[in-house]
């Protein structure tokens, strides 16, 4: 008999945006969508994969953007941060509804409900078979989840950087206001900044450019391409 197939990598870093959380309710958290990406969680789990995991804060609050200008700008994106913490506490939830063991780590300290964020405490976890969900970003305004993304997965040698989205790759321009748009299987991150490209934020592209972290974007349509990616299949773009 042949071996079972092995994941392609050993640690990643998966992203979540907030809106994806929330479903096709566009706000709040629909926890049918939350199961199913938990349910794929805890099956890379068991094969051996270690999973870190940073959530957006979309589905409730964007910052800047929903400030709009009428409250400071630091204080909007502190309010982002605690937006993270919810998303990062219900996944979490369920994930232990699911028999997986897990830890939530916060950039800003909110003792009650988490751990603060301690490099090589969530070292620890990640190699003792837990899932560790990191809130509030990087804890610093006028940086994104993306580049937090970025910066957990450097901190804690990441394999890869899955990024799910709404969109099944990277596209040469927006798909939806241009047909001919053409999707990449894989770009240079020289390529993703020279041609302005929505994969991430230029800091958090730059980020993990400067640390040689292959990212790869995928749909999250199917919570099974979590999977799929950590075992190697080629779906999505790889920007590396």
Same mark, same amino acid.
Request: with cysteine; charged share 25%.
């Given at each position: 008999?042949?071996?079972?197939?092995?994941?392609?990598?050993?640690?990643?870093?998966?992203?979540?945006?907030?809106?994806?959380?929330?479903?096709?309710?566009?706000?709040?958290?629909?926890?049918?969508?939350?199961?199913?990406?938990?349910?794929?969680?805890?099956?890379?789990?068991?094969?051996?994969?270690?999973?870190?995991?940073?959530?957006?804060?979309?589905?409730?609050?964007?910052?800047?953007?929903?400030?709009?200008?009428?409250?400071?700008?630091?204080?909007?994106?502190?309010?982002?941060?605690?937006?993270?913490?919810?998303?990062?506490?219900?996944?979490?939830?369920?994930?232990?509804?699911?028999?997986?063991?897990?830890?939530?780590?916060?950039?800003?300290?909110?003792?009650?409900?988490?751990?603060?964020? @301690?490099? $090589?405490? /969530?070292?620890?976890?990640?190699? #003792?078979?837990?899932? %560790?969900?990191? +809130?509030?970003?990087? !804890?610093?305004?006028?940086?994104?989840?993306?580049?937090?993304?970025?910066?957990?997965?450097?901190?804690?040698?990441?394999?890869?950087?899955?990024?799910?989205?709404?969109?099944?790759?990277?596209?040469?321009?927006?798909?939806?206001?241009?047909?001919?748009?053409?999707?990449?299987?894989?770009?240079?991150?020289?390529?993703?900044?020279?041609?302005?490209?929505?994969?991430?934020?230029?800091?958090?592209?730059?980020?993990?450019?400067?640390?040689?972290?292959? @990212?790869? $974007?995928? /749909?999250?349509?199917?919570?099974? #391409?979590?999977?799929? %990616?950590?075992? +190697?299949?080629?779906? !999505?773009?790889?920007?590396?």
């Amino acid at each position: 008999m042949s071996e079972p197939a092995k994941p392609k990598y050993k640690r990643v870093l998966l992203k979540l945006s907030g809106e994806a959380l929330a479903g096709d309710k566009h706000f709040g958290l629909d926890f049918d969508v939350i199961r199913s990406v938990g349910q794929v969680i805890a099956k890379c789990v068991g094969i051996g994969v270690e999973v870190g995991v940073v959530v957006g804060g979309g589905n409730f609050w964007r910052g800047a953007q929903d400030g709009g200008g009428k409250i400071e700008r630091t204080r909007a994106d502190h309010m982002g941060m605690m937006a993270t913490v919810m998303n990062s506490l219900a996944l979490a939830d369920v994930l232990e509804q699911l028999g997986v063991d897990v830890r939530v780590q916060t950039a800003l300290e909110i003792k009650a409900v988490a751990e603060p964020y @301690i490099r $090589l405490k /969530a070292d620890a976890h990640l190699k #003792n078979g837990r899932v %560790v969900i990191f +809130g509030c970003g990087t !804890g610093n305004p006028y940086f994104s989840t993306d580049t937090a993304a970025v910066l957990r997965a450097a901190e804690l040698d990441a394999d890869a950087i899955l990024l799910a989205k709404h969109v099944d790759g990277v596209y040469s321009a927006d798909p939806k206001l241009d047909p001919t748009a053409t999707k990449f299987d894989e770009i240079s991150y020289d390529e993703v900044l020279r041609r302005r490209l929505s994969v991430m934020d230029s800091t958090a592209t730059s980020l993990s450019m400067d640390n040689k972290i292959p @990212i790869i $974007l995928f /749909a999250l349509s199917d919570p099974e #391409n979590i999977l799929r %990616v950590v075992m +190697g299949e080629k779906i !999505g773009t790889v920007v590396e």
